[in-house]
C-alpha cells in the first residue's frame, strides 16, 4: 500500500527534478526559503504580504539563477508576452518631456509611499543613461543614449521598446529589467510617455 | 569633555557640505573621491569619527543598570562566553544554545536585553533604528559598541552547528530569490561587478573581495542620515527599495542573509563604525 503510493510520488519527484524548477545540490527547498522570507516579515499587513509571493515566473528565475533552460525561458517568454496591452489607436509615442520626468523619477509602491502623493516614476535612469547631458545615471542596464537616433527612429524598434518597458520578459527571460505594464506599476499613458522620450526625434536623449 | 565632540561635529559639517551638493551635477568620479579622501583622513585621526561617539554611547548603556531587573549588560554572552565582548562580533552570527537560534549581533543585544533586565520585547523593538536626522536609538549605540570592540579582528563566523549551515545556506538562498513589484532580488541590484544605481557603487557580494571590503564597516556612521546605521537597518532599507513590506528586525530572514554576506566577507577586516555616504 505504501509502496503503491511513493512510486508515483518519487516519479513526480524525479520529473520536477529533471525541469527548470531542479533544486541545485545542497540548497534549501523553494518551501524553505519561502518560509523563511515569510516569517521575516511577520509584522506586515495582510495587503502587502502578497508581495511576497512569486508568481511563476519569478519561481523560474529564482530556481535558475536568472538562467533558465530553453524550455523554461520559451515558456517564460509566451506566458510575458501575452500580458502585453496595446492603445487601441495604435499610437505608441505620447508625450517625450512628460516620459523625461518620469524617466527621473524613483517615487512609487515603497511603504513610505503611502498615501501616493505622485505618480509613479519609471526610474530608467537608476539603471540606464540617457539623456547624456545628466550625470547621474545607473549601469545595471546598458546605455540608452541616442536610443532612437541609431535605430532610425524605425517603427519596429519604437514596438519594441513600448514592449520592453511593459514586459522586458518578453524578449529577455529572467532579465533585471521590472515588467512595469504587467505590474501596472506604469499606466499605458506613462509608457507611451516614457516611450517618446527614448524615441522621439526631439528628445535630449537622441541629441 | 574632549576634543573628540568637536571634531567629530566637524567632520559631519565638512562631509554633510560634500554630499549635498546637488547629485545630478556631480561627476560619480568627484563624489568617490571626496569620499575616499575623508576615509584617508579617519585613518589618519581614527578619533575624528562621528560613529565612535555611538560606540561610547554604546558602551556606557551596555555597563549602565537598567530595566526592570536593574542589570547591566555585562553578563550577556555574544558566544564568547557571559561578559567576553572583545572579538566577539567577528565570530557572529552563530548558534545560541540557549535559544536554539542562529543570532547575529543585534538580535542577541535584544534577547539579553530581554533576559538579562527583563525589558519587554515590544518594548525594545519600538524603535529599533533611527530615521534620518533622528536621535540614534540605544541598540544603534549598542550594535556599534560591540561592532567596535572587534575593530582590527577578521570575520570568522562558525559554520560547524548544523542550524549555521542552514541559516547560511537559506541565506544565499534568500540572496537570489526574485520577489515584489519589481521582480528584484538581492542579486539584481548587488549580482555583478561595476554596477551602480545612480552614482551609488554596488557591491558584488557573490565576490569575496568586494564583500570583504564593505561588510565589515557596519555599523557605520552614515553622513546622508546623520546617525549610525547598523546592518539590520541597511538590510531593510534594501527591502524598502525592493517594494517589499518593513521586514521584521531580528528576524530569522535578516539573520540568515547576515550569514551568508558575512560569510562572504570571511577573512574581512571588521573596521566598524565606518563612514558611508
Partial sequence: MHRLILIPCLLAVAVSAGSALAQKKGRPSPQAVDKLVEDGFK????DWKVRLVQDETQKAC???????????????????KATIKYPEDGNLLGDWKKGEALAQSGYGWRYTDY???????????ACHQLDKKELSYG???PSLAEYGKIRKFAEPAVKFVYEHIYNPQASQPCGNMPRFGTSGFLTMDQIKDIVAYVMSPDSPVNK | MSLKPILAT?????????????????????TERELERYRQMLKDDPWSNPGLLDADKGEALWKEKRGPKS????????GKGPGVVDGAFAELPRYFKDTDRVMDAETRIVWCMETLQGFPRAEILKRPVSKANQQGTELEALATFVASKSRGAKFNAPVAHAKEREALALGEAAFYRRQGPMDFSCATCHGDAGRRIRLQPLPYFAKPEEAKKVVGEWPAYRVSQGTVMTMQHRLADCF?????????????????????????????????????R
Avoid at chain 1, 117 to 124: E, F, H, S, T, V
Avoid at chain 2, 256 to 267: C, E, P, R
Fill in chain 2, 240 to 276: 524598502w527599495q525592493m517594494r517589499l513590506p518593513l521586514v521584521d528586525y531580528a528576524s530569522d530572514l535578516t539573520v540568515a542573509l547576515t550569514s551568508y554576506l558575512v560569510s562572504q566577507a570571511k577573512g574581512g577586516e571588521i573596521t566598524a563604525p565606518s563612514i558611508k
Fill in chain 1, 115 to 125: 498615501p501616493p502623493r505622485q505618480a509613479n516614476g519609471g526610474n530608467c535612469y
Fill in chain 2, 71 to 78: 542589570a547591566s549588560l555585562e553578563g550577556c554572552d555574544l
Fill in chain 2, 10 to 30: 566637524l567632520l559631519v559639517a565638512l562631509l554633510a557640505a560634500v554630499v549635498s551638493l546637488p547629485a545630478r551635477a556631480q561627476d560619480d568620479a568627484t
Fill in chain 1, 43 to 46: 509584522t506586515a499587513a495582510p
Fill in chain 1, 139 to 141: 549601469t545595471l542596464g
Fill in chain 1, 62 to 80: 529564482t530556481a535558475s539563477r536568472n538562467e533558465p533552460a530553453e524550455a523554461g525561458a520559451a515558456a517564460i517568454r509566451r506566458r510575458e
